[in-house]
């Protein structure tokens, strides 16, 4: 993890950010994991049909770019969560984002920064999408 994505280093940002942030980026790195590996948090990755409509090299590339994604800037990422980004694959632009949800995934999750009654959502989709 370089400085940029080490929040925890930045200074003014609350502790509980911090640790959303943290786990956020845990989650989205280990989406090219076993999905049954004992130290990912509990989630689940949504890839749009626009996407897959793009072709299976093009979706396994974007899966790729979504996890490997370091570059968080104020601009980018207002509330220091890491939970969005854009990513440019095979010459098109391309969103990611995490979305925090409740056990059942129902609702928003009560305590984000917990991790054990916190589901996340990670969706790669077209722009043209949202």
């Known amino acids: 993890m370089n400085q940029q994505t080490s929040i925890a280093a930045t200074k003014d940002i609350p502790a509980e ?3 959303i942030a943290t786990q956020n980026d845990l989650f989205r790195r280990a989406i090219l994991d076993a999905p049954t590996s004992p130290s990912a948090l509990p989630g689940r990755l949504l890839v749009t049909p626009g996407v897959v409509g793009l072709g299976a090299a093009f979706m ?71």
Request: with cysteine; aromatic share 12%; glycine share 4%.
């Open 60 to 130: 396994q590339e974007a899966v790729r770019l979504t996890a490997e994604f370091d570059v968080f800037s104020p601009d980018a990422d207002p509330y220091a969560l890491h939970e969005m980004g854009v990513i440019t694959v095979q010459g098109e632009t391309v969103w990611w984002r995490i979305d925090l949800y409740d056990c059942d995934y129902a609702y928003g999750a009560d305590v984000p920064s917990d991790p054990d009654q916190t589901r996340r959502v990670l969706t790669i989709l077209l722009p043209s999408e949202y």
């Open 17 to 19: 950010t911090a640790m």
